[in-house]
T-cell receptor, first 113, second 113 residues
Framework: DAGVIQSPRHEVTEMGQEVTLRCKPI?????LFWYRQTMMRGLELLIY????????DSGMPEDRFSAKMPNASFSTLKIQPSEPRDSAVYFC???????????FGSGTRLTVV | GENVEQHPSTLSVQEGDSAVIKCTYS??????FPWYKQELGKRPQLIID?????GEKKDQRIAVTLNKTAKHFSLHITETQPEDSAVYFC????????????FGQGTTLQVKP
């Protein structure tokens, strides 16, 4: 298995632009999570899905952030408009059931200038 | 909701010495406690986990202990090697369908040759 696949690996954008991050979970995993990692706040859970349905989006910082999972093999996290404080590494993770730990993707390093 | 505190934030040891990282959690319903290792610029990777029905688990040079009464758990690394240098994260969750993995702030371990 190729693991959790995220794209792009790096993204540099100007403030105000729309940013879309992509994730392909491990085939067969029915839970998908989006985390944000910064030095100040560590690993923060933004949102997670079960069987493509959003279960908990209480970690989404504000309305500028949105996430979708149109099918079992693809999810997006969108920021519109982006701001410099959104600069972080965004990780996607998946798991088969809630009884196990998560497998993380390689992350997307986002820089908003 | 769950809150996980991790100490110390940085730890420096001599090669061959032992390292101990401690975490406390707030939600008594939490029953799954994984540990992740994150090397610089890489993804967090699961290295060991423990469930609330056991008090200790060991895998070669790493071990994890759990004290449910006190709501704390610890990672022990023996005979440390330079390649153990990384950031280590503890986490806690309840394995019910709505449970979500909450991470500690991380411990930067440096093993000096």
């Amino acid at each position: 298995d190729a693991g959790v696949i995220q794209s792009p690996r790096h993204e540099v954008t100007e403030m105000g632009q729309e940013v879309t991050l992509r994730c392909k979970p491990i085939s067969g995993h029915d839970y998908l999570f989006w985390y944000r990692q910064t030095m100040m706040r560590g690993l923060e859970l933004l949102i997670y899905f079960n069987n493509n349905v959003p279960i908990d989006d209480s970690g989404m910082p504000e309305d500028r952030f949105s996430a979708k999972m149109p099918n079992a093999s693809f999810s997006t996290l969108k920021i519109q408009p982006s701001e410099p404080r959104d600069s972080a590494v965004y990780f996607c993770a998946s798991t088969l059931t809630q009884n196990y730990g998560y497998t993380f993707g390689s992350g997307t390093r986002l820089t908003v200038v | 909701g769950e809150n996980v505190e991790q100490h110390p934030s940085t730890l420096s040891v001599q090669e061959g010495d032992s390292a101990v990282i401690k975490c406390t959690y707030s939600d008594s319903a939490s029953n799954y406690f994984p540990w992740y290792k994150q090397e610089l610029g890489k993804r967090p990777q699961l290295i060991i986990d423990i469930r609330s029905n056991v008090g200790e688990k060991k895998d070669q040079r790493i071990a994890v202990t759990l004290n449910k009464t006190a709501k704390h758990f610890s990672l022990h690394i023996t005979e440390t090697q330079p390649e153990d240098s990384a950031v280590y994260f503890c986490a806690a969750k309840h394995t019910g369908n709505t449970g979500k993995l909450i991470f500690g702030q991380g411990t930067t371990l440096q093993v000096k040759p």
